[in-house]
């Protein structure tokens, strides 16, 4: 690639705006063309730097541009960024379906080996929930139709290992200047933990339910009179066998 061409990639990447874990993706449409020929270590590294917003005043700028420039000049830098900071970056060829690239965190969250990942989409069909699947094409197929509609999806692939990792997926339509989407460039969150602390909570929340059913059902039909008081001695509660036994309405309880 052309040095006069990485510039062109990089001056078009100012008009990215992208925040790679909430805010939506925007990009400048009229000269989107000039991507379909470039590096796509270099477009990639684009998307993710060039951000909405920037440092304001004097050293600040002199920071920002400085890592600029340290990011065109060496691709280890790159190479940093996407492997500390995404679990994972794509860029799928929307005109050929079949084509996609993967970077290498991509697949060892997933438990692969990058080398012997082919460079399909397909390969992906395999591992992800199917009934997930479902769900994000039909947020790619709005994302597609609406640029407004945000691709943004949880869904579930299962790891080398057979376990199951949760991962947030959410990326940018690439659209030409008529508005037709050509590529679609995504990264991945691994959000397993957070799901399996949520699963937790959900199910120990659960338990304590049916604990206190158990009790209620318990204290509510036992032949013996109950009654719950605090620490003043005033009355909580009774069972229906003490307001029986003792001859009270519960309305007269207070």
């Known amino acids: 690639v052309s040095q006069s061409r990485k510039q062109e990639v990089f001056a078009l990447a100012r008009f990215v705006s ?5 805010s939506p993706l925007t ?6 063309r000039a991507l379909e020929h470039c590096n796509l270590r270099k477009l990639s590294l684009s998307f993710i730097l060039f951000v909405d917003g920037s440092l304001s005043g004097g050293k600040g700028m002199d920071l920002k541009n400085e890592l600029y420039n340290l990011v065109r000049s060496d691709e280890s830098i790159f190479d940093y960024i996407q492997n500390n900071l995404l ?5 799928w060829d929307l005109e050929n379906p079949e084509q996609a690239w993967m970077n290498a965190r ?3 969250v997933l438990g692969y080996n990058p080398d012997e990942m082919p460079n399909d ?13 479902k769900l994000a094409n039909e947020s790619l197929a709005r994302h597609f139709e609406d640029p407004n509609s945000r691709f943004d999806q949880i869904v579930r692939y299962t790891h080398k290992d057979g376990s199951t990792k949760w991962i947030r997926a959410h990326g940018l339509a690439i659209r030409d200047k008529e508005g037709k989407p050509l590529r679609m460039l995504g990264v991945h969150q691994d959000v397993t933990e957070w799901k399996v602390r949520e699963q937790e909570l959900s199910a120990a929340k659960e338990k304590i339910q049916e604990s206190e059913e158990k009790y ?3 204290y509510n039909n036992a032949p013996l009179p109950f009654q719950s008081l605090d620490e003043n001695g005033c009355f909580l509660d009774v069972n229906p066998t003490w307001l029986k036994t003792l001859g009270y309405q519960r309305e007269e309880i207070s």
């Not at 992208?18 to 909430?22: D, F, G, K, R, V």
């Open 18 to 22: 992208l925040t790679i874990y909430s």
């Open 87 to 91: 679990d994972g970056l794509w860029y």
């Open 121 to 133: 989409a397909n390969a992906l069909n395999k591992i992800i929930n199917q009934d997930d699947l």
């Open 27 to 32: 990009i400048c449409a009229q000269r989107i």
């Open 106 to 108: 991509f697949w060892t």
């Open 216 to 218: 209620g059902a318990f």
